[in-house]
């Protein structure tokens, strides 16, 4: 004859302790599998989660910089574009003054020179309108058909030293901006970097070991379904001894 054991009572709670803890263990496995997240709330790993909050806030300044990185060089690339344009017009004015200056040319073919150089004139003009940051060519307005410098009656001399000067600047201006698309671009490269290493980093604390949980899914639901086929066990068990208790006292009672 069996009797209720003293152990009966803490041995059925010990099951189902463990049959929760089973099944904790495997809706967490399952909540990592479906995120890809070892951390998807702060108590799964409070200084991990801490940290990742810190270098995610990193990783969102860095990511700022880039873009404000790459509207600066939209602008920059405007107004590389535009320098060489105005070399390009400010070249048609040098020989146009060059020309001029020979002696052996006609009044009418001065007259088409000036012509020449007025339409480099608005070319720059038209340039200078949608780009921004290039040199100041007020000086240039000298060449026009009322300046000092025009090819038909100004200052031949003063006309190449007005190009030559401005030549000089958007030169200038030309290589301070590639010195400068330069920098921008190895801060980007360095930039771009550090986006890598945080973002890695990042993963390597929060992501899951999809080959870890995975186990501790397999291993939760078969201690899952092993505690609870022992508490039923145990329930069914405890139920035949009370059963067989209160047939005893019964018999001795009658």
Not at 160 to 173: I, L, R, S, T
Not at 207 to 222: H, I, K, M, P, Q
Request: net charge negative; glycine share 8%.
């Amino acid at each position: 004859m069996s009797i209720i054991g003293p152990n009966s009572s803490f041995n059925s709670t010990r099951l189902v302790n463990q049959h929760h803890r089973a099944n904790d263990r495997t809706a967490k496995a399952l909540e990592r599998l479906s995120t890809g997240k070892r951390i998807n709330r702060p108590s799964d790993d409070p200084s991990g989660f801490v940290a990742v909050e810190q270098l995610r806030g990193e990783l969102i300044d860095l990511q700022a910089e880039g873009r404000a990185a790459g509207f600066r060089r939209v602008g920059a690339a405007g107004r590389t574009s535009g320098l060489g344009e105005v070399q390009r017009a400010l070249n048609d004015l040098r020989g146009a003054v060059t020309t001029a200056a020979n002696s052996i040319n006609s009044r009418a073919e001065i007259a088409a020179l000036q012509g020449e150089v007025e339409a480099s004139l608005d070319a720059i003009d038209l340039v200078d309108s949608y780009t921004a940051g290039l040199p100041d060519d007020a000086s240039l307005e000298a060449l026009r058909g009322s300046g000092a410098a025009n090819l038909l009656d100004g200052d031949a001399g003063l006309a190449a030293k007005v190009v030559d000067a401005q030549q000089g600047a958007v030169a200038q201006a030309a290589a301070a901006a590639g010195a400068a698309s330069r920098t921008d671009q190895a801060l980007d490269e360095l930039r771009q970097d550090r986006i890598v290493i945080t973002t890695a980093t990042i993963s390597q604390i929060e992501d899951a070991d999809f080959a870890e949980e995975s186990v501790n899914l397999a291993a939760g639901r078969v201690l899952s379904q092993a505690s609870a086929a022992a508490l039923a066990y145990s329930s069914r068990q405890q139920a035949e001894q009370i059963d067989e208790l209160i047939a005893r006292l019964d018999v001795q009672v009658g």
